[in-house]
């Protein structure tokens, strides 16, 4: 499983939506200074902004003022919220997926891999479920901190 692009750059946008929320105080974050500040095209976070907005992830505001906002805390939103959305299904192959038999020519049920495929997709998911975005939001400030720190230091 490789999560794309479009996985990678909505998770961040997230993220910097719930640091800018928390440590900031904005009450909404501009595509501009998202884009600016984890270095996106602003064309290219507006198209991933959609199904996250369609998905109620995030809401938005109009106007000078405006951009985007989480529809509901940090603390209740997880990664794998997020790549869901973006990404479809978090699984290694596509024959885990409930109602499909993409199996190649060989009969499903004596894939000698079925069941481990299973085991693999449900850590998967445990693991990126239990990723919130409040904590990555709280890493993405201490990195930011120990990188300023450290840019004074030079």
Partial sequence: MKVSTKGRYGLKAIVDIAYSMEKLRDKCVSVKSIAERQGMSENYLEQIMAPLKKARIVHSIRGANGGYYLAKPAEELTAGDILRILEGPLVPVDCVIDGTSVCGAVDCALCVM????HM???KINEIIDSITIAELAQDFDR??????????GT
């Avoid at 079925?114 to 495929?117: C, E, L, P, S």
């Avoid at 990195?143 to 004074?152: A, F, H, R, Y």
């Fill in 143 to 152: 990195l930011s901190k120990e990188k300023d720190s450290s840019q004074k």
């Fill in 114 to 117: 079925k069941d481990y495929w």
């Fill in 120 to 122: 693999i997709t449900k």
